[in-house]
């Protein structure tokens, strides 16, 4: 991380609500975070780079079959979280589903978290 981006992040951290600015200048997750993402990323979540010169984020993807769970962990890491819950619909291209629609939810949450988390 350059020290452009890293300025560029705390001068955007500055701008939000006092809790979320509170939570994004911890230098270090909170444990009960610090678990939830190592099994996030061990179960349904994964990293995501949008460009190849953009930093990693970490996405979680699920059916509506999971919106409880999924909401709650929107809940639990939402000062990091900027956008809202997304709900997509996919078709499916398995020749035995061919065409088959599903529903997913998706969120994003805040790239320089992992950053932090995971240099430590």
């Known amino acids: 991380m350059t020290n452009l981006t ?3 992040y705390i001068l955007k951290t500055l701008k939000l609500d006092n809790y979320k600015r509170d939570y994004r200048l911890i230098p270090r997750l909170p444990k009960y975070l610090n678990d939830t993402l190592i099994g996030l990323l061990l ?4 990293l995501q780079k ?3 010169r953009s930093n990693v984020r970490l ?3 699920m059916s509506m079959n ?3 769970y999924i909401f709650h962990l929107y809940n639990l890491f939402e000062p990091y979280i900027d956008t809202y819950l997304k709900t997509l619909d996919i078709k499916s291209s398995n020749p035995v589903e061919l065409g088959k629609k599903y529903n997913i939810i998706i969120y994003f949450i805040k ?3 992992l950053i932090k988390n995971m240099r430590k």
């Open 6 to 8: 890293l300025k560029r």
């Open 50 to 52: 949008s460009t190849d």
């Open 43 to 46: 179960s349904d979540g994964g």
């Open 59 to 61: 996405s979680v993807t």
């Open 66 to 68: 999971s919106y409880p």
């Open 111 to 113: 790239k320089i978290l």
